[in-house]
């Protein structure tokens, strides 16, 4: 596909997929380093176009988050639609898991950093929808972390998914919450992104994925019902309490897994002192600390469907300009 931005010098091609390519280019004017992120078609659909500018628009609003790449700027230059980003250097989690699992201590490190940057992106009622290893970079000097790619996330506090077949889904189908698959009658909340986080956790660990199939309807149906080996019993050397920390998170139903990045990040951070001090993780029960920010109705409906129904209606017809 042909570079045509005027102001830039393409300088390496960095990432093809199906929808996207991105690059790493100079600027003209100063020779510094920056990030195109462009739609990898010759004539983008309205909706591609659509996607690239809302990413746009949420980065702006997260411009002043640790840990998220900055915008520079959206440009067309005849239908050729590209998101400008900052270069924020290091190397995708993935590549680095690619090679090995990661030890509990470095494990802890860059974990304690994600919990902190989604637990500042909730707080601005953004759910990313797609954490996984390659949307994660990694400074391999500082090992700083930093959080990409919010093409799908959402500005909602909830949202229902609709079914849809498994390859065409939003996110990452190795990472996907049950309730981001459209399969289980729920919303889809802030707490989806803590089951992602899990999933990534568990590779980090063991060095495998929770569910190794290939088949994506048989992937679909094991976040839904099965639960993954606990990590420990995958890799002896992984603390019984961290193993507990990632299941929790990895709960099929958002009211058993972590309310709050707040709660998890303690969770962590006794995990680290620990580690620290004494040299080994010993067992506690995780989430004694953890409660939810966000007001939300549960989703376990106890004989109310149809009033908690014509509630949530009017929500949205109030939230919707009517009056009731």
Sequence with gaps: MLFNLPDYILSEC????????????????????AIVKKINAEYPTLEEIARLRHEYKILRIL???PGIIKTYGLENNQNDFALILEDGGGISLQQILAADKIPVRTFLHIGIQLVEIIGEIHKHNIIHKDINPQNILIDLETWTVK????????????EVPAISNPENLEGTLAYISPEQTGRMN????????FYSLGATFYQMLTGQLPFTTTDALELVHCHIAKNP???????AEIPIAVSDIVMKLMAKTAEERYQSALGLKHDLEICWRQLELNGEIAHFTPGKLDQSGQFLIPQKLYGRVDEVRILLEAFDRVSAGSSE
């Design 229 to 235: 080996v606990p990590p420990h019993q995958v890799c």
């Design 147 to 158: 959080l990409i790619d919010f093409s799908i996330a959402s500005r909602l506090s909830k």
């Design 14 to 33: 960095l990432y093809e997929g199906r929808d996207t390519i991105i690059y790493r280019v100079r600027k003209k004017a100063d020779f510094s380093s």
């Design 186 to 193: 729920r919303a889809v909340d802030y707490r989806t992104d």
């Design 63 to 65: 411009e002043h988050v």
